[in-house]
């Protein structure tokens, strides 16, 4: 009988064990589900954060899409995965067994533990694997508490450390990442260079558009004649934008209503001549409590709106309030760096604050001509898309022309000073009659 | 007997026989050069309680093999030489008229099947028919002959040879009397280092003595001890499925003989050349031979890697490859490597 009850002890004792391990591996695989599950949910949110921060609209709804999808499927992988690596008892007997090559003792002592028909061979197995008892001690078996997936849990919280680090020192200095830069608020623009486009109605205006009442009335027909001939995928690819957008200036903590309106002056060169001396209007251009003109979904309905704001608005970005979209840079456009400016050529910008050319720049004549330069001859032609309204408040015939201020922004951290224009090889036989353009 | 002694006791004949079984090797390696595997799975179908088919080309052995294990284990040992007019019942036995004080009257004369080993060499050049004769003998270890039912004596161990050239003339086992063997036990050609230690072995003027390992007395009994000891090895449960999961793997995909069950593992070149898979005496070997090799890494448990170690000689004769395998030289032991792969991937 005695025989009999320490066989017993020692049989609970191996079966103790077992559990132990048992214990473990389930433990491991908790943690790993756990860990890779919260490792994929806060990568994702954080590069969804970086995307908000850094990226168009646009670009940010796809990014968050891909990375949101990736972060469920990825969780649900993981989740598998743990629920595959649990063990059940004969599982981590198994196991046990495996690491600790013992040739499947503890499999066949679990799985006939229960069981009555033992073999008389049953204590010569139960002694046996009780010698090997320290080959299979948990710690052995398993020597890991703490899952790997650990260090991926702690990867992705860096990761989003650090990009909440950068976004906040970003804010702190003052930039607004998304959009690129300040501008100043103050456009002029052709209107056979605009791509014009329905806004989203739910949206409030966020440009000032000043012109001729023939300018606007044709500024109307183009709205008009473009919401006609949309589709509902650009209008579904707007909303796209809207939300994003949207949702961008929530993560970024960007005020969704308050960024001041772009004074935008629109002009006609194929119809009457608009030289800025006819059909402008004295409007102060930063007077940001004037009331816009809301074009709503193509300019149908206008309404006046205060907007009390004086922030310097990105250049560049969508702005997301509006309703129309300028493209200068369409063939036919007038010089953009004057038109864009709506300025008249600064010669402040000479004067050795590297903000601009240095040379070439036509007051010379003996300073046309040079070695040419090592960099690539490209198109000067850029690309800038702003979101407008047009105003009620049009000039009208015989008011005098709209001259914008002199807006000097200074250079942000993203920008980088103009680079001196490249030199073109010219003939001999060209230059003089170059030089005579230039001394004209 | 006290739990200890009884540990201890189970100790000793777990421990005796591994120390027999090694014995017993040695001497039948005194004359036998090389074949260490052939050996040892011919052991361990003794021990298992099964029968073993060796396949050779001439001159490798087999007979010598059998001859000198019948002279080490002690046993009663017969030889039947198997030609085309061999009949059955000069293997079982025949009823033949003797007289006795004036009378005449019909007796039992036992054939050569009556013995401990018996020796059946190039069993494939016997017509069907006799062969056949064997069937009962193997399986239920006794002779029926003229409605009288003779038992046989245990241990029984029928050995019976292949041999795979010249084969015009020759009948192919039947699926049913393949399927009684335990093990085929393949016996190639000897090294070059081998065949200079046979040529030097047996060309001399002393032959090497066979010490027997039991006394004649005792030598059936103890065998017969090893053998009840052999099946009191435990098997965990996942590891019997294990062996089926793998019998079940040599068996194709044809819904005509498997029914609408498929089996859990599917290699593919089972399905391509395999006409019949492994029947569950196939199992039944796995188990035993593992059994068996438990015993002699004194462990009272099967492990997956006896089951592993004993495939290839317990299912290699029970599949019947079909004319595709043939004509693209794929060997039973081919797809039995390839399933045992497939079934140990599936367990890992």
Redo the contacts between chains.
Sequence with gaps: MAEASRDEQKLWLILFQIKAIRARLNSLAVQRGLFWTLALGIGAAAGIVGAALTLGPLSFLTIAIILGTAAILGSCIAARSAWQMRASPARAAAIADSRADLKGRLATVHSLAPTDHRSFLWPYLIEDTYGARESFEPSRVEPRWLSRSFWALLGAILLAVLLFEGALADRTRGVVVAGGGVAPGAVTADINNLDIRPADPSLSPNAEIYADPATLKRLQDRIAQQNAANGSLSKLVDKARSFADAIQNDIAGRPRDNQPPVQMRLTDKSGKPDDGSTGAQGKPPNANAQANAHSSGGGATKDNQGNGQNQTPPVGSAAPNSGLAANPGKPGSQNPADTQNGQPPDTSLADGEGQGSDHGSGSDPSSLFGEPSAQQLGADNFKIAIDAVPSTEASGPGSPGYLPPKVRAPINTTQYPDEPLARASIPEADQTTIKRVFER | M???L??AA??VT?ADFARVFRRIQGEVHKVIVGHEQAVEQLLSALFAGGHVLIEGVPGTGKTTLVKVLGLALNLSFNRIQFTVDLMPADITGTRVILSADGRREFSFQPGPIFAHLLLGDEINRATPKTQSALLEAMAELQVTVGGTTYPLAPPYFVMATLNPIEMEGTYPLPEAQLDRFLFKVQLGYPGEKELVRIVSSTTGPEQAGIEPVFAASEAAERIEELKRLVR????????EQYAARMVRATQPDNVRILGNERSAIVVDAVNRYVSFGASPRGAQALILGAKVRAML?A???????DIDGVAAAALEHRLMLNYAAHSDNVGAGDIVEQVVKAVRAARE
């Excluded at chain 2, 009191?232 to 590891?239: D, H, K, Q, R, Y």
């Excluded at chain 2, 462990?299 to 890697?305: L, M």
Aim: glycine share 0%.
């Design positions: 006290s739990e200890a009884a540990i189970e100790r777990i009191e090895v435990m098997v965990a449960p996942p590891i890494d462990r009272a448990n099967i492990a997956y890697d």
